[in-house]
């Protein structure tokens, strides 16, 4: 899943990275990732969610930080888009 999302972003020329659990078990990490977090920068965010088929990106915000987030499913697996 990690490449079919490495895939659409670099194909629409979005920058991202891989955090999360899915990144610690790239990384040789002993985890069982439950979702896919994926960064991008904020400018990014709604063009990225187009690309995974996720919904449009909504301002989250609260205790000091804010991030624009959407939440959906690519082929099964659960994607957390963050942006900013």
């Known amino acids: 899943m990690v490449r079919a999302v490495g895939l659409r972003l670099h194909g629409i020329g979005v920058p991202w990275l891989l955090a999360g659990s899915a990144a610690r078990l790239v990384r040789g990490g002993a985890v069982r990732p439950h979702d896919v977090d994926v960064e991008v920068r904020e400018e990014d965010a709604a063009r990225a969610a187009r690309a ?33």
């Open 52 to 84: 995974l088929g996720l919904p449009p990106p909504s301002v989250a915000e609260g205790g000091g930080w804010r991030s624009v987030r959407s939440e959906g499913a690519m082929n099964g697996v659960a994607i957390d888009l963050s942006g900013g």
